[in-house]
């Protein structure tokens, strides 16, 4: 059974920041996609960010310049960086794991609450 493990989500003002962490598997996780999404009360969840294994990354156009998304597989984790958070960053923020053989994996959710 694959976890993710999320954490590091809160309670922030408009234009704080705040540092999402993602645990993940060890035996695949350096050859696998990572990848952030958001999901806010009656919305659909949709992508924020993501890494490959070569570490190219991806962005939403509403968080680029502001989030930044980082990798470290030497201790499994993934990462996003929030700066100039706005009241409509608001959200569950999931991590996700995408394996071309084990498959598609997610975590369990963390709270991200941006107030002004």
């Known amino acids: 059974q694959v976890q993710l493990v999320e954490s590091g989500g809160g309670l922030v003002q408009t234009g704080g920041s705040l540092r999402l962490s993602c645990a993940g598997p060890?035996?695949?996780?350096?050859?696998?996609?990572m990848g952030w999404y958001r999901q806010a009360p009656g919305r659909q969840r949709d992508l924020v960010a993501s890494?490959?294994?070569?570490?190219?990354?991806n962005y939403a156009d509403s968080v680029k310049g502001r989030f930044t998304i980082s990798r470290d597989n030497a201790k499994n984790m993934v990462y996003l960086q929030m700066n100039s958070l706005k009241s409509e960053d608001t959200a569950v923020y999931y991590c996700?794991?995408?394996?071309?053989?084990?498959?598609?994996?997610w975590g369990q959710g963390t709270q991200v609450t941006v107030s002004s």
């Open positions: 890494i490959t294994s070569g570490d190219s990354t």
């Open positions: 996700n794991l995408k394996h071309s053989i084990y498959g598609n994996y």
């Open positions: 060890g035996s695949f996780f350096r050859f696998s996609v």
